[in-house]
């Protein structure tokens, strides 16, 4: 499908809330002359919010002014030391009257670096909401925002998501100034571009789209640069909100947008020519264009010996392929193909299968779901509720269901190797795809056997190579074949020799025919 | 739509190989007997002249495919005639391997599932990636599968080399006689040379000059095989046994015991051989709706998926039984036509033409 006919038709079906302030006033209405009028208006836009504060002043012992802010928004020593002080102190009025006054206040009284003159009511809105403080003066159509914003933020610290032994113990934060400063620490050059982009229509959320010049595709960054564009959300509380709709594939449960909360992580992207995008509020970072190998590798793979490391991605496709077929080739062999599992072992099973009264795919079905309960049970209580969960789970459903006869012992061996190995994906994203694939070859494996799950992952084949993200195959560099990148695909190859490849990722046909 | 060189070789060695190890063995065994490995090494190198003529063909007109250059070098009417030759072999072709190939998942796997249901399923993914991927799509997944079936082929062989009797081997040349050793080659030949599909494939290449290397190594794979897996089956089974089977390969992967613990692989080999009819198939859909919205002149070829599908479907239920939809089609169409004209001498015949042509367009 194509993408722009996928944004316009998701863009048409979100729900939508006016706001009120810009119905009523416009597009950009211009202050008022008047303090009194002005004041008056402040006061009623944001009625019943007790946190603003006006406070009056008076500039060069004459003209009146108001200083408007949200008072928890704002650091309170700047605001006094660096604002409210040298306006007090009042300097001798400047002869020339060549500039405005608020120029003058500006250039003379103000000694805060970050400071812009506004003229409409609505850049006035949007400045005291984003924690600036707005100074009117008495017969002045315009108004001067100064930056004196607190610095809200956590203290960095290490991603619970991503962690690393061998490795910069350093995650993303909340706050985009300080991603954006964390790729700068770790690319030091004026190549790396950073864009700013406003999206959300009520929110005006910051989002920079950060790139290397020279190593990214100009066709991927105006790809990416007319997704965001095209965004007509309110509000943006988590990248999430954004991935989903710039994504290509949106019906697909495959991630074809890599998130990574590690600033080390996003700049190796960088470096290979992809695209991280960093959205104001969210620690969680995009990098796109990717293919479905980046979510098998961890940054650390590249901090580790490199045999290791080669030999930690094969167990990792290998878990990937068990959490994704195990249950399914149980299903299978054990109803259809009974043959292939050797005599003593399939004896034993047999055995043990004996005393449950459901079909194997009914059994292991149960025992599935059950496991995907507990998990997700143990993700969202508290954490010590949390263990109880995990004990719970695995005496009660576990020990106790094998004794009562109603699950067999192999099955609760197959489910919990399967939870295991889901465990191994470092992408999360992806480990939620296989762990949903699972379901449907089960099915299949119930319905037609081995026939059923060799058809299943020929479907799955099928969807995985036609997938594209940004342009980009999905499963290239194996499909299409490219011998540079496979080098870091089928392993992790040792530095000298992976410097030689070409670090590019282009996509393979040109975008606006998507 | 573009195709590069490694999936073409990938699409042509795994359409050659996968029927050819299943389907054409135990009629070459039966007519050549012990010299059975001769007659796959002449079938060898009857699908490799085919691959050579085919490559050089379209070499004529890089740009076009069957359909347009046949029209450009025989003329309008002549080069239509030409094409329906191959339509009608497209045509059957489908329902052909559908049907044997549901015979064999029924016998081997599912014996009490009704082949409308298998068929059913394999028709759904053949019509996915076609629909969905065109050729690019289907080069792309051979290039995943291709080395798996071709490992899998391997492995077979690496796993019964402990089941080798040497003495069936002996005598290594029983002189059944040119005309047997010629008769039990021609059935391999006619499935390896199933690369002459390259004239359609060609022009989707990147580089469709130098595509033909990659469409003669595919197929020179797939010959290796076949014959390196004809030599295993001789010394593992013996003749009289493996000629008395329908599918001699899976009874020498069934003999394979491995620690006393991998046994029974057949089931297995049987999966990963499915996906090589699952790729024989769609390049066939693909071909057949390609070649026939060119040839009626309809814009959307995808549309004649939703017309060719169903039918092939039906026309798999016409054999009455296993016999019938391998060794009738084979010995009554397949080998006495369409191997001498469609393979051999119609691509030979437009080559000759086209190159007549050319010469005395340059004079």
Same mark, same amino acid.
């Given at each position: 499908?194509p993408?722009k006919?996928?944004?316009?038709s998701r863009?048409t079906?979100?729900?939508?809330f006016?706001?009120?302030d810009?119905a009523?006033?416009?597009?950009?209405?211009?202050?008022?002359?008047?303090?009194?009028?002005?004041?008056?208006?402040?006061?009623?836009?944001?009625?019943?919010?007790?946190d603003?504060?006006?406070?009056?002043?008076h500039l060069?012992?004459s003209?009146?002014?108001?200083v408007v802010?949200f008072k928890?928004l704002?650091?309170?020593r700047?605001?006094?030391?660096?604002?409210?002080?040298?306006?007090?102190?009042q300097?001798?009025?400047r002869?020339?009257?060549?500039?405005s006054?608020m120029?003058?206040?500006?250039s003379?009284?103000?000694?805060?670096?970050?400071? *812009?003159?506004?003229?409409?009511?609505k850049?006035a809105?949007? /400045?005291?909401?984003?924690?600036?403080?707005v100074?009117?003066a008495?017969?002045?159509?315009?108004?001067?925002?100064i930056?004196?914003?607190?610095?809200?933020?956590?203290?960095?610290s290490e991603?619970?998501t991503?962690?690393?032994?061998?490795?910069?113990?350093?995650g993303?934060?909340?706050?985009?100034?300080?991603?954006?400063?964390?790729?700068?620490?770790?690319?030091?050059?004026?190549?790396l571009k950073m864009?700013?982009?406003?999206?959300?229509?009520?929110?005006?959320t910051?989002v920079?789209l950060a790139?290397?010049?020279?190593a990214a595709?100009?066709a991927?960054?105006?790809?990416?640069k007319k997704?965001?564009?095209?965004?007509e959300?309110?509000?943006?509380?988590?990248?999430?909100?954004?991935? $989903?709709i710039?994504?290509?594939?949106?019906?697909?449960?495959?991630?074809?947008?890599?998130?990574?909360?590690?600033?080390?992580?996003?700049?190796?992207?960088?470096?290979?020519?992809?695209v991280?995008?960093?959205v104001?509020?969210?620690?969680?970072?995009?990098?796109?264009?990717v293919n479905?190998?980046?979510?098998?590798?961890?940054?650390?793979d590249y901090?580790?010996?490199y045999?290791?490391?080669?030999?930690?991605?094969w167990? /990792?496709y290998f878990f990937?392929?068990?959490s994704?077929?195990?249950?399914s080739f149980?299903v299978?062999?054990?109803?259809?193909?009974?043959?292939l599992?050797?005599?003593?072992?399939?004896?034993?099973l047999?055995a043990?299968?004996?005393?449950?009264?459901?079909?194997t795919?009914?059994?292991?079905l149960?025992?599935?779901i059950?496991?995907?309960?507990? /998990?997700?049970?143990?993700?969202r209580?508290p954490?010590?509720?949390?263990q109880?969960?995990?004990?719970?789970?695995v005496?009660?459903?576990?020990?106790?269901a094998v004794?009562?006869?109603?699950v067999s012992?192999?099955i609760?061996?197959?489910?919990?190797?399967t939870?295991i190995?889901?465990?191994?994906?470092?992408?999360?994203?992806?480990s939620?795809?296989?762990?949903?694939?699972?379901?449907?070859?089960? %099915?299949?494996?119930?319905?037609?056997?081995?026939?059923g799950?060799?058809?299943?992952?020929?479907a799955?084949?099928?969807? %995985?190579?036609?997938l594209?993200?940004?342009g980009?195959?999905?499963?290239?560099?194996?499909?299409?074949f490219?011998?540079d990148?496979?080098?870091?695909?089928l392993g992790?190859a040792p530095?000298?020799i992976?410097?030689?490849?070409?670090?590019?990722?282009w996509p393979?046909?040109e975008l606006?025919k998507? | 739509?573009?195709?590069s060189?490694?999936?073409?070789?990938?699409?042509?060695a795994v359409?050659?190989?996968?029927?050819?190890?299943?389907?054409t063995?135990t009629p070459a065994?039966q007519a050549? *007997? *012990?010299?059975?490995?001769?007659?796959?090494?002449?079938?060898?190198?009857?699908?490799?002249?085919?691959?050579?003529?085919?490559?050089?063909l379209v070499?004529l007109?890089p740009?076009?495919?069957?359909?347009?250059f046949?029209?450009t070098?025989?003329?309008?009417?002549?080069?239509?005639?030409v094409v329906m030759?191959?339509?009608?072999?497209?045509?059957?072709?489908?329902?052909?391997?559908?049907?044997q190939?549901s015979?064999?998942?029924?016998i081997?796997?599912l014996?009490?599932?009704?082949?409308?249901v298998?068929?059913?399923?394999?028709?759904?993914?053949v019509?996915?990636?076609?629909?969905?991927g065109?050729?690019?799509?289907?080069? /792309?997944?051979?290039e995943?599968?291709?080395?798996?079936?071709?490992?899998?082929v391997f492995?077979?062989?690496?796993?019964?080399v402990?089941n080798?009797?040497?003495?069936?081997?002996l005598?290594v040349y029983?002189?059944?006689?040119v005309s047997?050793?010629l008769?039990?080659?021609?059935?391999?030949?006619?499935y390896?040379?199933?690369?002459v $599909?390259?004239v359609?494939?060609s022009s989707?290449l990147?580089?469709?000059?130098?595509?033909s290397?990659?469409?003669?190594?595919?197929?020179?794979i797939?010959s290796?095989?076949?014959?390196?897996?004809m030599m295993?089956?001789?010394?593992?089974?013996?003749?009289?046994?493996?000629?008395?089977?329908?599918?001699?390969?899976?009874e020498?992967?069934?003999?394979?015991a491995?620690?006393e613990f991998?046994?029974n692989?057949d089931?297995?080999?049987?999966?990963?051989?499915?996906t090589?009819?699952?790729?024989?198939?769609s390049?066939?859909?693909?071909?057949t709706?390609?070649g026939?919205?060119?040839?009626l002149?309809?814009r959307?070829?995808?549309r004649?998926?939703w017309?060719?599908?169903?039918?092939?479907?039906a026309?798999?239920?016409?054999p009455q039984?296993?016999?019938?939809?391998t060794?009738g089609?084979?010995?009554?169409?397949?080998?006495p036509?369409?191997?001498p004209?469609?393979?051999?001498?119609?691509?030979l015949?437009?080559?000759?033409v086209?190159?007549?042509r050319?010469?005395?367009?340059?004079?």
């Amino acid at each position: 499908m194509p993408i722009k006919k996928m944004i316009a038709s998701r863009k048409t079906k979100m729900p939508m809330f006016e706001d009120p302030d810009a119905a009523a006033e416009g597009a950009a209405k211009p202050l008022s002359g008047s303090l009194a009028d002005n004041e008056a208006w402040l006061k009623h836009t944001f009625s019943n919010c007790s946190d603003l504060t006006v406070r009056k002043l008076h500039l060069r012992h004459s003209v009146p002014g108001i200083v408007v802010y949200f008072k928890e928004l704002v650091d309170a020593r700047q605001l006094d030391e660096e604002l409210l002080e040298p306006l007090m102190r009042q300097r001798p009025e400047r002869g020339d009257n060549d500039i405005s006054f608020m120029e003058q206040i500006k250039s003379d009284l103000v000694p805060v670096a970050l400071t *812009q003159i506004i003229d409409n009511k609505k850049d006035a809105v949007a /400045r005291i909401i984003k924690g600036e403080v707005v100074l009117i003066a008495d017969n002045s159509a315009q108004a001067l925002a100064i930056n004196v914003k607190s610095t809200m933020h956590r203290a960095l610290s290490e991603p619970s998501t991503e962690s690393v032994i061998r490795g910069p113990k350093i995650g993303f934060i909340e706050n985009i100034g300080i991603n954006q400063a964390l790729l700068r620490r770790n690319i030091r050059t004026p190549r790396l571009k950073m864009e700013q982009m406003l999206v959300g229509k009520v929110s005006q959320t910051e989002v920079a789209l950060a790139y290397m010049e020279g190593a990214a595709s100009p066709a991927v960054i105006a790809e990416v640069k007319k997704r965001m564009s095209q965004i007509e959300l309110d509000t943006i509380l988590e990248s999430a909100f954004i991935e $989903e709709i710039i994504r290509d594939a949106a019906y697909s449960p495959f991630p074809v947008i890599h998130v990574t909360e590690r600033p080390d992580s996003a700049a190796a992207s960088l470096l290979e020519g992809r695209v991280v995008i960093l959205v104001d509020g969210s620690p969680v970072s995009m990098i796109v264009p990717v293919n479905i190998w980046h979510a098998f590798q961890t940054v650390e793979d590249y901090y580790t010996n490199y045999i290791f490391a080669t030999f930690l991605r094969w167990l /990792r496709y290998f878990f990937a392929f068990i959490s994704l077929t195990l249950p399914s080739f149980y299903v299978a062999v054990s109803e259809f193909n009974p043959e292939l599992i050797p005599t003593t072992l399939a004896m034993t099973l047999a055995a043990a299968r004996e005393p449950v009264p459901f079909p194997t795919l009914i059994e292991i079905l149960m025992m599935e779901i059950a496991f995907e309960a507990i /998990r997700e049970a143990g993700i969202r209580l508290p954490r010590p509720v949390g263990q109880t969960i995990s004990i719970v789970g695995v005496l009660v459903i576990g020990q106790a269901a094998v004794q009562a006869g109603i699950v067999s012992a192999p099955i609760v061996i197959i489910v919990s190797l399967t939870g295991i190995a889901s465990f191994l994906i470092p992408n999360y994203n992806m480990s939620q795809a296989i762990r949903l694939m699972r379901f449907p070859l089960m %099915l299949c494996a119930g319905i037609f056997g081995l026939y059923g799950v060799g058809a299943g992952l020929i479907a799955l084949l099928i969807h %995985l190579v036609n997938l594209r993200s940004f342009g980009v195959y999905y499963m290239a560099p194996l499909a299409p074949f490219d011998r540079d990148g496979i080098k870091d695909v089928l392993g992790r190859a040792p530095w000298w020799i992976m410097q030689k490849r070409k670090n590019r990722v282009w996509p393979t046909q040109e975008l606006s025919k998507q | 739509m573009k195709l590069s060189g490694i999936q073409a070789f990938w699409m042509i060695a795994v359409m050659d190989l996968g029927m050819t190890i299943l389907m054409t063995y135990t009629p070459a065994l039966q007519a050549a *007997q *012990q010299d059975a490995w001769m007659s796959m090494l002449l079938a060898g190198c009857i699908a490799l002249l085919i691959a050579v003529i085919s490559a050089k063909l379209v070499l004529l007109y890089p740009q076009q495919n069957l359909i347009e250059f046949s029209q450009t070098i025989m003329g309008k009417w002549l080069g239509k005639l030409v094409v329906m030759v191959y339509l009608v072999q497209w045509y059957t072709i489908i329902p052909i391997i559908l049907r044997q190939f549901s015979d064999l998942i029924q016998i081997l796997l599912l014996p009490f599932t009704p082949k409308s249901v298998i068929i059913s399923v394999m028709i759904l993914l053949v019509v996915y990636v076609t629909y969905s991927g065109g050729i690019d799509g289907i080069g /792309r997944c051979s290039e995943i599968l291709g080395p798996i079936i071709l490992s899998m082929v391997f492995l077979v062989l690496l796993f019964s080399v402990n089941n080798i009797q040497w003495h069936r081997m002996l005598p290594v040349y029983a002189d059944s006689g040119v005309s047997a050793i010629l008769r039990g080659s021609l059935p391999p030949a006619s499935y390896l040379g199933h690369a002459v $599909e390259f004239v359609m494939l060609s022009s989707f290449l990147n580089n469709p000059r130098n595509g033909s290397p990659y469409a003669i190594w595919g197929v020179g794979i797939a010959s290796f095989s076949t014959l390196l897996a004809m030599m295993m089956v001789i010394l593992t089974s013996g003749v009289n046994l493996s000629s008395r089977t329908w599918y001699p390969f899976f009874e020498m992967s069934k003999k394979i015991a491995i620690f006393e613990f991998i046994e029974n692989l057949d089931a297995l080999a049987v999966v990963i051989w499915v996906t090589s009819v699952f790729i024989k198939l769609s390049v066939y859909l693909f071909i057949t709706s390609y070649g026939t919205a060119q040839f009626l002149q309809i814009r959307n070829w995808r549309r004649l998926i939703w017309f060719i599908a169903p039918i092939s479907v039906a026309f798999a239920f016409i054999p009455q039984n296993v016999s019938e939809a391998t060794a009738g089609y084979l010995n009554h169409y397949w080998v006495p036509v369409v191997l001498p004209v469609n393979m051999i001498g119609l691509p030979l015949l437009l080559l000759i033409v086209g190159k007549v042509r050319l010469r005395r367009k340059k004079a």
